[in-house]
């Protein structure tokens, strides 16, 4: 009898094989600019760790969409940047990653305005942007910066109006030119010009996991979903995904499965980090969840010695 290899090193770690990760590729979140120097470090700090993260390997880059820091990553009063400018400066500062945020939220801006500011990006960039997008939940920065911060029911209108009027925008060679009447919401002419470089489309990642509307839109609009969660958490995600498309007669073989996920990598072998062993592991795990994008967010992404560990491990991911 004809033995299949063994899955694992004798120290309980994933053997690299054609199986596991056919296919994965690996993203970047910045979640944090509170880094040494103060303001006038932001933009050469961003600079280098955008440019190093590009030189690595990662296949994307990322930002939150938030003015104001979120209790999960610090203090409300630490520095943070607005996307989409922000975005663009990193486009200035690498040449291969797909640039995009972690993710939009869609009472931020205007339905033109989010896909003008993604195409803009993405003609700028030579073809690397993603328009990252989702209802959003933050009502305190709303408030406190003036954002009209309506019911979630209107918050999901809002964003099926911007999805409608991304496909519109993105369609021929400079948008449909039709008008569009939405849920509270009328646009006279699709028109957009330049085109995205990207074709057919920027691609859209819709983020959340709300199983009746979020999931449903992915499937209706998206050509990414983001989700986050253990890898049993996530493969339901995927799976609820999956009858969404058959509900609408969409191929779900069309939709890219991303998962955000946190990453402590040890540099010094303490306990409360992984190694990168783990880290293989842990991604093998997701990967045979669904997950085909995984996108990681690093504490202290500013010490050079983060991208440099992860950078190490991105070959072996490849490769399983």
């Known amino acids: 009898m004809v033995r299949s290899p063994p899955s694992r090193t004798p120290d309980g770690h994933r053997y690299p094989t054609s199986r596991t990760l ?16 103060g303001p006038e470090a932001i933009g050469p700090t961003l600079g280098r760790i ?11 880059i990322w930002v939150m969409d938030h003015f104001f820091q979120i209790r999960s990553v610090g203090a409300i009063e630490e520095p943070m940047l607005e996307g989409w400018t922000t975005l663009g400066f990193m486009a200035a500062h690498s040449t291969r990653a797909r640039l995009g945020l972690m993710v939009g939220g869609v009472h931020y801006r205007n339905p033109g305005l989010w896909v003008k500011a993604a195409t803009t990006l993405d003609v700028l960039s030579g073809g690397r942007a993603w328009l990252g997008i989702g209802a959003a939940w933050n009502e305190y920065e709303s408030r406190a910066l003036g954002f009209p911060f309506p019911p979630l029911g209107e918050r999901f209108d809002m964003l099926e109006n911007t999805l409608r009027m991304a496909h519109g925008m993105w369609s021929g060679e400079r948008g449909s030119e039709a008008a569009l009447e939405g849920r509270g919401f009328v646009a006279g002419r699709l028109l957009n010009s330049p085109q995205s470089i990207t ?11 709300g199983e009746k509307k979020t999931l449903r839109l992915v499937a209706q609009y998206g050509d990414a979903c983001n989700v986050f969660g253990s890898p049993e ?45 783990q880290v293989v592991d842990r ?38």
Request: proline fraction near 7%; charged fraction near 25%; glycine fraction near 12%.
């Open 283 to 320: 991604f093998g795990d997701l990967a045979d969840a669904g997950a085909e994008h995984i996108i990681v967010s690093v504490p202290e992404v500013h010490d050079p010695d983060r991208i440099a560990a992860l950078a190490g491990v991105i070959p072996a991911l490849k490769a399983l």
């Open 199 to 209: 074709r057919p489309r920027v691609p859209i990642m819709i983020g959340g996991g």
């Open 233 to 277: 958490g996530i493969a339901r995600k995927y799976r609820i995904l999956d009858e969404h498309c058959a509900a609408v007669g969409r191929d779900p073989a069309e939709i890219e499965r991303s998962t955000l996920q946190d990453v402590n990598l040890s540099l010094d072998g303490g306990r409360r980090a992984e190694t990168a062993g």
């Open 22 to 37: 056919p296919s994965v590729k690996l993203g970047l979140q910045i979640p944090s600019f509170t880094w040494p120097g």
């Open 50 to 60: 955008v440019r190093d993260a590009d030189d690595a390997g990662f296949d994307s």
